[in-house]
């Protein structure tokens, strides 16, 4: 019984909080902003990812709205981004179990200071992308990173490598910690955000807290009539 109680607070949590999102979202238009960036060679099997010799920007962007900031990853590499776009809508996202470890594992590192930790917010934008859009290896498939400019950005490579471990090895438990919101574009890439579901526990308090409140009011109110 507990269990499945806990589960249905979790799912509560859950759809209360994208319901949250959707509803900031329609009221304001969300604006973009750069979160921090850092410097990486990219190239792609096609041609079409970056190219073999420039450096390409991988920057963590921030997603305003309502006044609430939430700090979003690409998950459309193919498209450029647009701060200018005001076209966004907020969605749901289904994440694997694969990029539901690699937040669980890394997000909280860096989340508080993405410009003072460049390197490992790369090195995440990087795992995400793979996970999300390419093969799962930085080395092969249309996001491939050119295995001889690996020694220019070494930090965020290696950042990326062990993420991707984490988050493909199946022993690594998932918790459901985080809902998924996707901020969908016309003009512009889209981008993942995502906030913290409550625990069951404090679910629960909150309900125990509201009730009492509510029983200790209605005393009042039969003592006065």
Request: glycine content about 6%.
């Given at each position: 019984?507990?269990?499945?109680?806990?589960?249905?607070?979790?799912?509560?949590?859950?759809?209360?909080?994208?319901?949250?999102?959707?509803?900031?979202?329609?009221?304001?238009?969300?604006?973009?902003?750069?979160?921090?960036?850092?410097?990486?060679?990219?190239?792609?099997?096609?041609?079409?990812?970056?190219?073999?010799?420039?450096?390409?920007?991988?920057?963590?962007?921030?997603?305003?709205?309502?006044?609430?900031?939430?700090?979003?990853?690409?998950?459309?590499?193919?498209?450029?981004?647009?701060?200018?776009?005001?076209?966004?809508?907020?969605?749901?996202?289904?994440?694997?179990?694969s990029v539901k470890r690699l937040?669980?594992?890394?997000?909280?590192?860096?989340?508080?200071?993405?410009?003072?930790?460049?390197?490992?917010?790369?090195?995440?934008?990087?795992?995400?992308?793979?996970?999300?859009?390419?093969?799962?290896?930085?080395?092969?498939?249309?996001?491939?990173?050119?295995?001889?400019?690996?020694?220019?950005?070494?930090?965020?490579?290696?950042?990326?490598?062990?993420?991707?471990?984490?988050?493909?090895?199946?022993?690594?438990?998932?918790?459901?910690?985080?809902?998924?919101?996707?901020?969908?574009?016309?003009?512009?890439?889209?981008?993942?955000?995502?906030?913290?579901?409550?625990?069951?526990?404090?679910?629960?308090?909150?309900?125990?807290?509201?009730?009492?409140?509510?029983?200790?009011?209605?005393?009042?109110?039969?003592?006065?009539?």
């Amino acid at each position: 019984m507990k269990t499945t109680f806990n589960t249905v607070l979790r799912a509560a949590a859950v759809a209360a909080a994208s319901l949250i999102l959707a509803g900031a979202a329609q009221a304001a238009a969300p604006v973009l902003g750069n979160a921090g960036a850092s410097t990486l060679i990219l190239t792609a099997a096609g041609g079409n990812f970056g190219n073999a010799s420039p450096a390409l920007t991988v920057p963590a962007w921030t997603v305003s709205f309502n006044s609430n900031t939430f700090l979003a990853f690409c998950i459309e590499p193919s498209q450029a981004m647009s701060v200018a776009s005001t076209d966004y809508s907020a969605g749901s996202f289904n994440a694997s179990n694969s990029v539901k470890r690699l937040y669980e594992g890394y997000y909280t590192q860096f989340a508080a200071n993405p410009g003072q930790n460049k390197a490992l917010v790369a090195g995440f934008q990087l795992a995400l992308w793979e996970l999300n859009n390419d093969d799962s290896n930085l080395l092969s498939g249309a996001l491939a990173l050119k295995s001889s400019y690996t020694g220019n950005s070494a930090a965020v490579f290696s950042n990326a490598q062990s993420m991707l471990s984490y988050a493909l090895d199946t022993n690594n438990a998932i918790a459901n910690t985080y809902s998924y919101t996707r901020f969908s574009s016309a003009s512009s890439q889209d981008v993942l955000t995502v906030s913290a579901v409550p625990e069951a526990d404090t679910w629960a308090m909150m309900a125990a807290g509201l009730g009492m409140l509510a029983f200790v009011q209605r005393r009042k109110a039969r003592k006065a009539a």
